[in-house]
């Protein structure tokens, strides 16, 4: 059985999740703390329940998601995994950042690239890789179909979706993902997003506008 536990980190109030079971092991997702007090926080989680971190997935990465890459990389010797469709966003991270005004220590490199149909493995853990880009380019969503629950980064959110008017941002493609990979899940399957409280799809079919629209827009096609 698996434990997810949920942290809301940066001024994005991103989501990172340390997913972990009872072997102990675990992996950390989305790693977006970005103050001492944030590094804190996580590391105190990790060390409270014994776990031991043995993977670094970014859904996707933007900056919010990447803020506390390189912590965990120097903390616990892990370095990050994602699709390679995104390492001009892993690359454009400093100059964000520069925008933005955040402090900002440089993610290392990917070290190894997501793909759909791969399985992401840790203690007695499997998750399936989903291939849902639209609002970055590579963005993957992580599935667990016999626990029935997705993380979802940021493609979507309970009763929202994610932008499409970011660089490297698709609307078709989001709707595509949206519509064809995430809305053919179970309903029950529970929603842990990249931003905001978790969700179900039963909940978004019925009652996120964005999706209600996309379902009447494919009817009239
Ligand atoms: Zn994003
Ligand atoms: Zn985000």
Request: charged share 20%; proline share 7%.
């Amino acid at each position: 059985m698996t434990r997810i536990a949920a942290f809301t980190f940066n001024g994005f109030e991103e989501n990172t999740y340390v997913i972990s079971d009872e072997s102990g092991a675990c992996i950390i997702i989305d790693p977006g703390c970005s103050t001492p007090a944030e590094e804190q926080e996580l590391a105190s989680y990790i060390g409270a329940h014994r776990l031991r971190p043995e993977r670094l997935i970014n859904t996707h990465c933007h900056i919010d998601h990447i803020l506390g890459n390189a912590f965990v990389s120097e903390e616990w010797g892990l370095a990050p995994e994602a699709h390679r469709n995104e390492i001009p966003v892993l690359e454009s991270g400093e100059a964000i950042a520069r925008a933005y005004g955040l402090p900002y220590r440089v993610s290392p490199p990917i070290a190894r690239f997501l793909e759909e149909g791969q399985i992401i493995r840790f203690g007695n853990t499997t998750l399936d890789l989903l291939f849902v880009p639209g609002h970055s380019p590579g963005h993957m969503a992580l599935y667990q179909a016999d626990e029935k629950f997705l993380l979802s980064g940021d493609v979507l959110f309970y009763g929202s979706i994610g932008r499409y008017d970011l660089p490297g941002s698709n609307f078709e493609d989001l709707v595509d993902s949206i519509m064809n990979k995430l809305m053919q899940l179970p309903g029950e399957v529970k929603v842990y997003p990249g931003h905001g409280p978790s969700t179900s799809i039963a909940q978004e079919k019925e009652k996120n506008p964005y999706i209600a629209e996309f379902a009447a827009l494919k009817q009239t096609k």
